[in-house]
């Protein structure tokens, strides 16, 4: 983390695109193991994924791809958890994947470093609220089939942590009463994005019978186990910045 923000605030943007690169081949070698293809296959598609993201950014191509992710994340990924990712999804996934990390990748080098924090901060206090809430208060199963540990009380408390944050964040940013609503349903709806992928990519494995994503990160699992909530929160913030910048 402490590498990922060093280069987001010190790299020129070309330096970015490229360090998002790497983050992404990794995580798509491992989307590609769970998706069931072999080694070869798996670095065949992490190039492609790798070749898709600088292909976007040498075109400059941000917006479409920034609403085409937050339909996925805000309408086809939820619809997908509640039908059920399946083994035979397989082929599916793998063009999910490109959608999953791609327009992430995409987001992390458009946005400027402070939004782009900004952004993953509320991936990190929903994800930090919903944990402590769900051991507090947790009784209620969120999707028992796809992540046990994960409850109604503790994604409540999720979005409340997020809550509170876009609260903060609109007084120190001196948005005004006017403001703070706006602030309040962005931020709960990013919080809803996250989990939305945290629990695509426990799906993702949850089909594929693994537990980690990988072995990156010994005790930790993979890149994907890192970047989960991320995937969804940033392609989703850089659509509701693109809306709010054409509104004006």
Do not use: N
């Amino acid at each position: 983390m402490a590498l990922l923000l060093a280069g987001l605030f010190f790299l020129p943007r070309a330096g970015v695109a490229a360090l998002m690169a790497l983050i992404v081949a990794i995580g798509g070698f491992e989307w590609a193991r769970l998706c069931g293809l072999s080694a070869l296959g798996a670095r065949v598609y992490a190039a492609g994924i790798v070749a898709a993201l600088a292909l976007l950014f040498a075109l400059d191509f941000y917006a479409p791809v920034f609403y085409v992710a937050a339909v996925f994340w805000i309408v086809a990924a939820p619809l997908w958890l509640w039908l059920g990712v399946k083994p035979q999804h397989a082929a599916a996934l793998l063009v999910a994947g490109f959608v999953v990390l791609v327009p992430a990748a995409l987001a992390m080098v458009a946005l400027q470093p402070v939004e782009a924090l900004l952004v993953l901060a509320v991936a990190w206090i929903a994800d930090t609220a919903a944990y402590f809430a769900g051991k507090r208060w947790g009784r209620h199963k969120l999707a028992p089939s796809i992540s046990p540990g994960k409850t109604w009380e503790g994604a409540a408390g999720g979005l409340i942590g997020a809550a509170a944050y876009a609260i903060i964040l609109s007084v120190l940013l001196g948005g005004g009463k006017a403001a703070m609503p706006v602030f309040i349903a962005a931020a709960t709806l990013l919080a809803m994005a996250s989990i939305a992928g945290d629990l695509f990519e426990s799906a993702a494995k949850r089909q594929a019978g693994a537990k980690d994503s990988g072995t990156l990160l010994p005790g930790h699992g993979g890149m994907l186990d890192r970047i989960d909530s991320a995937t969804a929160t940033l392609p989703v913030a850089a659509a509701l910045m693109l809306l709010v910048k054409f509104g004006k």
